[in-house]
């Protein structure tokens, strides 16, 4: 099926409630064609396409996920809101200046943007923790809030008080990873950081006294390897992207033909390709699996 209007597609909003409805009446639909739900939403679309009512301007951003990879996106914007997004398409899309195309979260970006439940302005909760009751306040009330309560906490309890939990929101910048919270922290005199809390926070510490530090080679030296091996590393789920792993191991297979090992808990989507490039999944337990079985 040839689809003839792409940017309708992508400009069409689908709610999770409209696709479960969708799906339950979709052979009723087909045989009357009554073509409702989030079908209408896309001949809307396409009407507003079609009569250049949908973007007044095209702005490049990046997507903000926590998957690291800042994806590059192409916004199509009209009175300040992102009608329908679209990814890299600029170049000759070649091994070295390769398109960086955003996966399907980057892609949707828009509908964490315009979602009517994100918040625009500071809210203070007037309830009890978890009654989720909260009323509006201004800037000024918040900062002084936050300002006051964070002295009081930095007097009476030191530093180690302030735990700045990585993956919050989006902590970091848009392009380049600037990380503001961390350097207001710094410049008070320190925080308690994600140590011990957080999926890399391990690996991070024990590199350096593995290897002597965090740093490596770049991703795009792995199609100079001969042999991959993850160690629960699953980049088929975690960096699918462009601007991800997967490219590259992609890359890896194609130009030197790399052997893959996968050693994981359990059989990621990563595992297949080390079995069609003639390798193994080894299925290990988890550490904890191996201490209990040993009667630690």
């Keep these: 099926m040839k689809i003839t209007n792409p940017e309708a597609l992508m400009a069409a909003s689908i709610s999770r409630r409209s696709l479960v409805k969708t799906s339950a009446i979709g052979s009723l639909a087909l045989a009357s064609s009554a ?9 809307h679309a396409a009407a507003d396409l079609a009569s ?26 009209k009175d300040d809101t992102v009608y329908w997004v679209e990814s890299d398409t600029t170049g000759n899309d070649e091994y070295g200046n390769h398109q960086v195309r955003a996966c399907l979260r980057g892609r949707s970006i828009r509908r964490r943007m315009n979602h009517p439940d994100r ?46 939990l990585y993956g919050t929101g989006v902590d970091g910048g848009n392009i380049t990873n600037s990380n503001v919270p961390y ?11 994600r140590y011990g809390s957080y999926s890399t926070a391990q690996i991070s510490a024990a590199m350096s006294y593995m290897f002597g530090g965090n740093d490596g080679n770049s991703p795009d030296d792995i199609a100079n390897t001969k042999l991959v091996v993850m160690f629960g590393n699953n980049p088929a789920e975690t960096r699918m992207s462009g601007g991800g792993v ?30 069609t490039s003639g390798c193994r999944f080894a299925q290990v337990p988890m550490a904890r699996w191996r201490r209990q079985s040993a009667g630690y």
């Design 35 to 43: 073509f409702t739900l989030p079908f209408s939403r896309i001949a």
């Design 52 to 77: 250049g009512n949908v973007a007044e301007k095209a702005v490049w951003s990046s997507c903000t996920v926590n998957c690291g990879s800042r994806c590059l996106l192409r916004l199509h914007v």
């Design 119 to 164: 918040l625009k302005y500071p809210m203070k909760r007037v309830g009890k923790r978890g009654e989720g009751k909260f009323e509006r306040i201004s800037w000024d009330e918040a900062l002084d809030t936050i300002g006051d309560n964070l002295k009081r906490i930095l007097k009476d309890y030191g530093n180690e008080a302030v735990h700045v």
């Design 183 to 193: 350097r207001l922290m710094n410049a008070c005199g320190g925080y308690l950081s």
């Design 246 to 275: 997967t490219y590259y191991v992609e890359q890896a297979r194609e130009r030197s033909n790399a052997r893959m090992i996968v050693i994981d808990p359990r059989y990621n989507d990563t595992a297949p390709a080390a079995k």
